[in-house]
T-cell receptor
Framework: DTGVSQNPRHKITKRGQNVTFRCDPI?????LYWYRQTLGQGPEFLTY????????KSRLLSDRFSAERPKGSFSTLEIQRTEQGDSAMYLC???????????FGPGTRLTVT | GENVEQHPSTLSVQEGDSAVIKCTYS??????FPWYKQELGKGPQLIID?????GEKKDQRIAVTLNKTAKHFSLHITETQPEDSAVYFC??????????????FGRGTSLIVHP
């Protein structure tokens, strides 16, 4: 299957710890997006990359969040000093340049205790 | 920024009935409207989309309609089946020159199809 993959699928961490998630997009897709989804809500945009360049960041993305896509392929999202409010599903999506259709991965569910 | 409202939040139907989910958007510059289906424990799956130069689009049992003047769009599912049970999200975005391609999502509709 050549869809979007995300790892890990689940992460439980204690408040104050750092966590890192990985997203592998569909191979020929040069745009990669990160979203956060909480219970009963639709996905909320966090940031996106075109190739290795991070082009836009939402104001939801606090200084504790950082994302990278060093070689324009996979991406990582790191959350430093996690807080209970960071508990959510973190979704990754990819698309072709200047195409509207985005394809989502299965998400990483983060629980901060 | 864009604001997308989605109704109803929950929709319960009998197998074989039709289901309609409605969304409104606020930014008249939005021109691309996808619909996603999300099953429990999975990421959203794109099921159909419509662009602002089209009023209606069909794909087998699902159809979308768009009213640009009123800034609302709808998802119609006919002959519902239990496997249609999921959360459905509408979204709106701006594509093309100057567009961000970043969708704003509605809050979702939980569709329950009873056998």
């Amino acid at each position: 299957d050549t869809g979007v993959s995300q790892n890990p699928r689940h992460k439980i961490t204690k408040r104050g710890q750092n966590v890192t998630f990985r997203c592998d997009p569909i191979s020929e897709h040069n745009r990669l997006y990160w979203y956060r989804q909480t219970l009963g809500q639709g996905p909320e945009f966090l940031t996106y990359f075109q190739n290795e360049a991070q082009l836009e960041k939402s104001r939801l993305l606090s200084d504790r969040f950082s994302a990278e896509r060093p070689k324009g392929s996979f991406s990582t999202l790191e959350i430093q000093r996690t807080e209970q409010g960071d508990s959510a599903m973190y979704l990754c999506a990819s698309s072709l340049f200047i195409r509207d259709e985005q394809y989502f991965g299965p998400g990483t569910r983060l629980t901060v205790t | 920024g864009e604001n997308v409202e989605q109704h109803p939040s929950t929709l319960s139907v009998q197998e074989g009935d039709s289901a309609v989910i409605k969304c409104t958007y606020s930014d008249s510059a939005s021109n691309y409207f996808p619909w996603y289906k999300q099953e429990l424990g999975k990421g959203p799956q794109l099921i159909i989309d419509i662009r602002s130069n089209v009023g209606e689009k069909k794909d087998q049992r699902i159809a979308v309609t768009l009213n640009k003047t009123a800034k609302h769009f709808s998802l119609h599912i006919t002959e519902t089946q239990p496997e249609d049970s999921a959360v459905y999200f509408c979204a709106a975005s701006k594509s093309g020159a100057g567009g961000s391609y970043i969708p704003t999502f509605g809050r979702g509709t939980s569709l329950i199809v009873h056998p």
